[in-house]
């Protein structure tokens, strides 16, 4: 008797614990998929990266946001599988280098610092970044093998089966829907598209939006230097 009451009140415990959790983090389900197509050395992405995404995971909003980087942008892999980006081979490699840390490390936010690190010290992120962003060794290890190239032609993958198609970069989508040009808004935009039944993070109510609208992004167009 005392056994089976002692179960049940552990089942109990458990079952409360779940849900009394589940209420202070959105339901993976209800969060806002937030996508970010991207390729590491055109300015406006590495600006939207430095200076505009950073707000999610500075705010409360990471609670109701899935973040999921895509570096690949508007580069283009040959018949042979060589692939070729935008700003040339060390856009290539930085891509690489990216696709390495989204792979190693556990979770978006420790993949965003990092990724952050470089692209804000995109000339010298050597001596900038290696030192406290998270497991380097992996990181390595992933980008001088094969893996690196299999996560990137996977990124092709992802990138050419957008529907619709990117027009430019960055090119973000929320729930699958493009943003086009409203980036300048992220905030208020990711606020608009969460449909789930937590309350909405503070900064999510309108005095506070005011203050994260940045000014228009300049954007890498899909033609715009590629030469080949
Ligand atoms: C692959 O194709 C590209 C152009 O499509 C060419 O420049 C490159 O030399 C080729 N690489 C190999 C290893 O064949
Ligand atoms: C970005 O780089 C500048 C120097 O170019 C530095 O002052 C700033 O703190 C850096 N920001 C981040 C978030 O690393």
Same mark, same amino acid.
């Given at each position: 008797?005392?056994?089976?009451?002692?179960? +049940?009140?552990? /089942?109990? !415990?458990?079952?409360?614990? /779940?849900?009394?959790?589940?209420?202070?983090?959105?339901?993976?389900?209800? +969060?806002?998929?937030?996508?970010?197509?991207?390729?590491?050395?055109?300015?406006?992405?590495?600006?939207?990266?430095?200076?505009?995404?950073?707000?999610?995971?500075?705010?409360?909003?990471?609670?109701?946001?899935?973040?999921?980087? *895509?570096?690949?942008?508007?580069?283009?892999?040959?018949?042979?599988?060589? *692939?070729?980006?935008?700003?040339?081979?060390?856009?290539?490699?930085?891509?690489?280098?990216?696709?390495?840390?989204?792979?190693?490390?556990?979770?978006?936010?420790?993949?965003?610092?990092?990724?952050?690190? *470089?692209?804000?010290?995109?000339?010298?992120?050597?001596?900038?970044?290696?030192?406290?962003?998270?497991?380097?060794?992996?990181?390595?290890?992933?980008?001088?093998?094969?893996?690196?190239?299999?996560?990137?032609?996977?990124? !092709? +993958?992802?990138?050419?089966?957008?529907?619709?198609?990117?027009? /430019?970069?960055?090119?973000?989508?929320?729930?699958?829907?493009?943003?086009?040009?409203?980036?300048?808004?992220?905030?208020?935009?990711?606020?608009? !598209?969460?449909?789930?039944?937590?309350?909405?993070?503070?900064?999510?109510?309108?005095? !506070?939006?005011?203050?994260?609208?940045?000014?228009?992004?300049? /954007?890498?167009?899909?033609?715009?230097?590629?030469?080949?």
């Amino acid at each position: 008797m005392v056994t089976s009451s002692s179960t +049940k009140l552990v /089942f109990f !415990a458990c079952f409360v614990l /779940f849900t009394f959790s589940d209420t202070l983090v959105a339901g993976e389900s209800d +969060k806002v998929q937030l996508n970010l197509y991207y390729e590491s050395l055109c300015p406006g992405c590495q600006r939207f990266i430095v200076d505009e995404l950073v707000k999610i995971f500075d705010s409360d909003l990471d609670t109701i946001t899935d973040v999921k980087l *895509v570096p690949f942008g508007n580069a283009k892999v040959s018949d042979n599988l060589t *692939v070729i980006c935008q700003h040339g081979e060390e856009e290539c490699k930085l891509n690489a280098l990216e696709a390495c840390v989204i792979n190693t490390l556990p979770n978006p936010k420790l993949q965003y610092n990092f990724i952050r690190c *470089v692209e804000n010290y995109t000339k010298n992120w050597e001596s900038s970044c290696l030192n406290g962003y998270g497991d380097e060794k992996a990181i390595n290890a992933c980008y001088n093998s094969d893996l690196s190239k299999k996560l990137i032609l996977g990124y !092709a +993958k992802q990138t050419s089966s957008l529907k619709p198609e990117h027009e /430019f970069v960055p090119w973000v989508t929320l729930n699958s829907k493009p943003l086009y040009t409203n980036l300048d808004d992220l905030v208020g935009q990711v606020c608009k !598209a969460y449909k789930g039944k937590t309350p909405l993070p503070k900064i999510c109510s309108s005095s !506070a939006l005011s203050e994260w609208k940045m000014s228009k992004l300049e /954007f890498s167009y899909v033609d715009e230097t590629i030469n080949h």
